[in-house]
T-cell receptor, first 110, second 113 residues
Framework: DQQVKQNSPSLSVQEGRISILNCDYT??????FLWYKKYPAEGPTFLIS???IKDKNEDGRFTVFLNKSAKHLSLHIVPSQPGDSAVYFC?????????WGAGTKLIIKP | DAGITQSPRHKVTETGTPVTLRCHQT?????MYWYRQDPGHGLRLIHY???????DKGEVSDGYSVSRSKTEDFLLTLESATSSQTSVYFC????????????FGPGTRLTVT
């Protein structure tokens, strides 16, 4: 069973608009969540994280929101830029092991 | 950047042959991980290490073994490669100091024919 789910395999957004990527989890014991970005033929790169004691964390154009009651987190990118086109993974920490979603491919249209 | 390199970057091998992939880090990180990435599955943990000679299985460890005789090197071995092990393999380390962010190497693309 998938403990971390990203239900949208792909998302297309106009340049300059907001991109919202979603992630759901099932294990209420997860206490730390991370977002990674991956370009083709490269390893994933860490983007932003959030602890379960917070409901929001912001870093420049990237904001992660956590709704613990709904077991849902989202990544907002504002404004979206062409270089944001990539696959985005959410992950949850479980005792120094990461449980990964399947990823969402974000396409930024000019 | 945790100074992680992986070798080889690409490999084609035949079914039944042994294959060893190497991960090397320069930051003296305690934790190291091996993942595989396949379409539709995200990243799946194969094995991880929490110190020299200390390793444990991950979600998809069948058919794989690992060794860590030095802090900087973590080896992944496919004893007898199968076509189902065709994948992209990533190594990662944790930056440490109570941080959970893992940092990744560039990956090894393995094709088993």
């Amino acid at each position: 069973d998938q403990q971390v789910k990203q239900n949208s395999p792909s998302l297309s957004v106009q340049e300059g608009r907001i991109s919202i990527l979603n992630c759901d989890y099932t294990n209420s014991m997860f206490d730390y969540f991370l977002w990674y970005k991956k370009y083709p033929a490269e390893g994933p790169t860490f983007l932003i994280s959030i602890s379960s004691i917070k409901d929001k964390n912001e870093d420049g154009r990237f904001t992660v929101f956590l709704n613990k009651s709904a077991k849902h987190l989202s990544l907002h990118i504002v404004p979206s830029q062409p270089g944001d086109s990539a696959v985005y993974f959410c992950a949850a920490d479980s005792n120094y092991q990461l449980i990964w979603g399947a990823g969402t491919k974000l396409i930024i249209k000019p | 950047d945790a100074g992680i390199t992986q070798s080889p970057r690409h490999k084609v091998t035949e079914t039944g042959t042994p294959v060893t992939l190497r991960c090397h880090q320069t930051e003296n990180h305690r934790y190291m991980y091996w993942y595989r990435q396949d379409p539709g599955h995200g990243l799946r943990l194969i094995h991880y290490s929490y110190g020299v000679k200390d390793t444990d299985k991950g979600e998809v460890s069948d058919g794989y073994s690992v060794s860590r005789s030095k802090t900087e090197d973590f080896l992944l071995t496919l004893e007898s490669a199968t076509s189902s092990q065709t994948s992209v393999y990533f190594c990662a380390t944790i930056s440490g100091s109570g941080s959970y962010e893992q940092y990744f190497g560039p990956g090894t693309r393995l094709t088993v024919t």
